[in-house]
């Protein structure tokens, strides 16, 4: 079964900080991966997606993420956060198996932005 | 669209009781699922179904039942509230009949205590 790791539970970052969150997943075969965002009092919804193709993948206001396989990672990077990425952020993985109809979670990264 | 709607916001029970949580999309998706966030544990899948008729399990079904008679709705059913059932539960919907390769569209979650 697969499995997703975020290693940082919360991060505290002023104005114009560089971000980068980590996730680390657990398949041998491939994956599909995705970052996840809840903004305070919001729906999750999906900040960007890698299937296959570039490996540097660019998803909404600003944030990208890029796949390397041989960490098994999809890291989220924006260069300059502002106040209004302050959230809770998931990394997921969905994979062939069961027919493809589960997404795992890992376990969330709190991002605070201070002004 | 008013897109996935969950109902109610947030429901107080007492162990023993039984109660279902609401899930509708207007979005014709094939694709619906049922999720609980606990904190540190990121979101974990509950139940899901590819279609009205077909439902399998998630991750933690224990303690949970689902049916999903049109392609609307999903109710999440609890038989036996238990105070390890206290959660904020997601639903969420995505247009395949498989959720590989698809993003999925949360509901705005209902907030369980259990007593």
């Known amino acids: 079964a697969q499995s997703v790791s975020q290693h940082n539970h919360h991060v505290i970052l002023s104005e114009a900080a560089s971000l980068e969150l980590g996730c680390n997943y657990s398949y041998g075969g491939t994956v599909n991966l995705f970052w996840y965002v809840q903004y305070p009092g919001q729906h999750l919804q999906l900040l960007l997606k890698?299937?296959?193709?570039?490996?540097l993948v660019k998803g909404i206001k600003g944030f990208e993420a890029e796949f390397i396989k041989s960490k098994f990672s999809f890291n989220l990077r924006k260069p300059s956060v502002q106040w209004s990425d302050t959230a809770e952020y998931f990394c997921?993985?969905?994979?062939?198996?069961?027919?493809?109809?589960?997404?795992?979670f890992g376990t969330g990264t709190q991002l605070k932005v201070e002004l | 669209n008013a897109g996935v709607t969950q109902t109610p916001k947030f429901q107080v029970l007492k162990t023993g009781q039984s109660m279902t949580l609401q899930c509708a999309q207007d979005m014709n998706h094939e694709y619906m699922s049922w999720y609980r966030q606990d904190p540190g544990m990121g979101l974990r899948l509950i139940h899901y179904s590819v279609g009205a008729g077909i439902t399998d399990q998630g991750e933690v079904p224990n303690g949970y039942n689902v049916s999903r008679s049109t392609t609307e709705d999903f109710p999440l059913r609890l038989l036996s509230a238990a105070p390890s059932q206290t959660s904020v539960y997601f639903c969420?919907?995505?247009?395949?009949?498989?959720?590989?390769?698809?993003?999925?569209?949360f509901g705005p979650g209902t907030r369980l205590l259990v007593l």
């Open positions: 890698y299937f296959s193709g570039d490996p």
């Open positions: 969420a919907s995505s247009p395949g009949k498989s959720l590989y390769q698809e993003t999925q569209y």
């Open positions: 997921a993985v969905n994979t062939r198996g069961g027919g493809g109809n589960k997404l795992t």
